[in-house]
């Protein structure tokens, strides 16, 4: 018993020791550089605000220049990155615009894997602002200020990301009016190279619509479609022509219910044995009768519906967990009702205009038809009323 329970410990001791090794949080890794020779390392276009060192990031050693927050106002020492820089962070400084070739006019970044480039009230990135970049699997722009002015927004800013996996947008255009988001994003994803994109992010953008509903047709790889926070209140986009999506993000949208042609949608996606996966979770659903097809389409589809427990529906501002509502058909026939009586008006007004307009239209004729017997009639009147006067006069 007691060698079992020692076995045990040594087991558990040199597991957690092995995977010590293999942590690359493994401190013995970081007290190799300082501060200050990180600082260094960078070159003196970094103006000793950034650092420049290995380190860990996703789980791996990682050449990583860090400038998060050095008040940077513009890309200029990007120019002049180390050579060996895989991953880029820079992040919390005030840009506007970035120029033509951030990274230099020479090809000398052949490990850069990784850009970030978020919360740096961005407004504008010119066209061949990216230049060799094209083993970069992950562009981060959120928090920025990207505007839709056509005049302000260039179409193949992605163009040269032929490598990309990831872009993440999350609130990286400009606030209000124009809202022109659909088309924006359209011509940039027709513009580009985005065919190995498999996460887009797209999150806190103020999204309703898309106006070009085959918005993201031109990312055929796509998997992950990450729409959460926008003002979305049905599916109103081709999802059709992404034939690898395995998950859609739609939390905090506006859905009140789901149209049953968007069950549809979702059941298509599922077919063929995929693994799709969808979040509803904190929509405002109402709990009504309009609820009851999506509570019962989620008892027997296909598609993983993630947060499940996340599910609420609200009457007024009191939510509820799910529940089919009771009593629907009796309405159902009052609206029937109410919808035949509305038919039968409408028709009834259109007969009325038909005939409207048939008279009007062969007024010509029906005059010439008419004139006679009203001159026959008006004659016939006239001989009766002198025919009166005579008898009158008569008398
Ligand atoms: C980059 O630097 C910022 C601030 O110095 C720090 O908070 C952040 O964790 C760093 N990121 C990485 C990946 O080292
Ligand atoms: C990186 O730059 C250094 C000099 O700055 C050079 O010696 C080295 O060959 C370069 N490495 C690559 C892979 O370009
Ligand atoms: C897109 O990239 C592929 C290689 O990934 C290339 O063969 C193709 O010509 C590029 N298309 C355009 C329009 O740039
Ligand atoms: C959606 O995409 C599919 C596949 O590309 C296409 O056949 C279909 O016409 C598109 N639907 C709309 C409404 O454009
Ligand atoms: C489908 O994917 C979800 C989330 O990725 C996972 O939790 C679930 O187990 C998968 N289902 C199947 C049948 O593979
Ligand atoms: C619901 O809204 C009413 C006013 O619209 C308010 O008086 C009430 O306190 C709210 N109830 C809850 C639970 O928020």
């Known amino acids: ?9 040594f087991f558990l001791i040199s ?15 970081h007290s190799l550089e300082t501060l200050e020779s990180s600082k260094l390392e960078c070159g003196p276009a970094f103006k ?7 380190t860990c990031y996703d789980g791996h050693h990682q050449y990583v ?13 990007l120019a ?32 850069l894997r990784v850009i970030d ?59 209000g009016p124009p809202r ?37 047709c031109d990312l055929p790889n796509l998997l992950d479609l990450h729409l959460g926070d926008n003002d979305l209140n049905a599916l109103h986009f081709n999802l059709s022509c992404l034939h690898n999506l395995r998950f859609l993000d739609l939390q905090r949208n506006k859905f009140a219910r789901i149209l049953e042609r968007d069950l549809h949608i979702m059941d298509n996606l599922a077919k063929h044995d995929r693994n799709v996966t969808v979040d509803f979770s904190d929509n405002p659903f109402e709990c009504s009768c309009k609820l009851n097809p999506f509570i019962k ?26 529940h089919e509502t009771k009593n629907c058909a009796p309405k159902l026939l009052v609206s029937a009702r109410r919808g035949t009586t509305v038919v039968l008006c409408f028709l009834s007004i259109v007969l009325i205009a038909l005939v409207c307009a048939l008279v009007y239209l062969q007024r010509t004729m029906l005059q010439k038809k008419i004139e006679p017997v009203l001159d026959s009639v008006s004659k016939r009147v006239r001989y009766t009323s002198i025919a009166n006067g005579d008898t009158r006069e008569d008398v």
Request: charged residues 20%; glycine residues 4%.
């Open 180 to 216: 022109n988001l659909a088309s924006t994003l359209h011509d940039i994803f027709v513009n580009s190279n985005l065919t190995q994109l498999i996460k887009l992010h797209l999150e806190q953008n103020e999204i309703s619509e898309f106006r070009d509903v085959n918005v993201f």
């Open 1 to 9: 018993m007691r060698t079992i329970v020692f076995g045990l410990i």
């Open 48 to 54: 000793n605000r950034c650092r420049c060192f290995r």
């Open 297 to 322: 389409w989620m008892k027997k589809t296909k598609v993983f519906i993630r947060n499940k427990a996340n599910l609420q529906c609200y009457k007024g501002n009191v939510s509820y967990d799910f």
């Open 117 to 175: 480039m978020s919360n740096n009230k961005i407004r504008e990135i010119r066209g061949k602002a990216y230049h060799h970049v094209q083993h970069v699997e992950r562009l981060i722009l959120d928090f920025n200020e990207l505007s839709l002015d056509p005049a302000r927004n260039h179409p193949r800013v992605f163009s040269n990301f032929i490598s990309l996996l990831e872009l993440h947008l999350t609130d990286a255009f400009e606030d």
């Open 80 to 111: 002049h990155l180390p050579n060996e820089t895989q991953v880029l962070i820079f992040t919390g400084n005030e840009l506007e615009e970035l120029p033509w070739n951030v990274f230099g006019t020479l090809d000398s970044l052949p490990y």
């Open 15 to 29: 597991v957690s020791i092995a995977e010590s090794i293999n942590d690359c949080e493994d401190p013995n890794f």
């Open 65 to 77: 220049v860090n400038c998060t927050g050095t008040g940077f106002q513009d890309t200029s020492p």
